[in-house]
């Protein structure tokens, strides 16, 4: 149990620190970030525990890196948050993938058994603006300042996540109400175990996300270079 809980800590710190060198960089902050992120995301299970701490080293290594910049550092800190925002917007849509393949199976999986992923993604929105006030209260008076103006814009105006994640589940709640019963779902041992393979399902559909992102991008940057 030691060995996992070290190694976990080493990998949000090595989250930190490539986000914290790319936004000191200020190279693509934006685009770099999410990759980063994405790569993180689908690097396990993703489920909303997992999703928190990804978002938390990001935050933390994106304020490091955007201090080192003084004032100028808050647009940069504000293209590293809109970087994650992007990579949780193609969080949600991996999590949906999952469950729409696993609803699709009704033989082994119930409403009962989906309903607590589509309540993450719901979870979402709530989970990210926290997690910028929280580290607001952590990090220096600029850096602060920024996180909370985000904070509080993301509750008037909304978040691209927020609206991501809500017309998902709402998708999701009408396609479960179509395709499943209420009955307890069968061939599984638990519902822990089936919210955990959907996790990792998702996590799998994350991947191939992110590489088709990555491959739009290589052939729109080889475009530009032959323009």
């Not at 041992?189 to 590489?211: C, E, M, P, R």
């Amino acid at each position: 149990m030691d060995t996992v809980t070290n190694d976990t800590k080493s990998n949000r710190q090595h989250l930190e620190d490539a986000i914290k060198e790319t936004v000191e960089a200020d190279l693509n902050i934006r685009e770099n970030v999410r990759r980063i992120t994405l790569k993180a995301l689908s690097d396990g299970k993703l489920d909303l525990d997992e999703i928190t701490q990804v978002t938390s080293s990001v935050v933390k290594g994106a304020g490091l890196g955007a201090s080192i910049h003084g004032r100028e550092g808050q647009d940069k800190l504000a293209n590293a948050v809109a970087g994650l925002d992007d990579a949780l917007c193609s969080a949600a849509e991996a999590s949906k993938l999952a469950v729409e393949e696993a609803s699709s199976h009704v033989k082994k999986f119930s409403k009962q058994d989906l309903q607590h992923a589509i309540n993450d993604l719901s979870e979402l929105e709530t989970m990210y603006l926290d997690t910028l006030k929280d580290v607001a209260k952590e990090t220096s008076e600029t850096v602060s300042e920024t996180l909370n103006d985000l904070v509080r814009h993301g509750r008037l105006s909304g978040t691209a996540i927020g609206q991501k994640a809500t017309e998902t589940a709402k998708l999701l709640n009408y396609q479960l109400s179509e395709r499943l019963s209420e009955t307890v779902s069968a061939g599984v041992d638990s519902a822990s175990k089936v919210t955990s393979n959907l996790a990792y399902a998702a996590a799998g559909f994350l991947d191939a996300i992110a590489q088709k992102l990555d491959e739009k991008l290589a052939s729109k940057s080889s475009d530009n270079k032959h323009k």
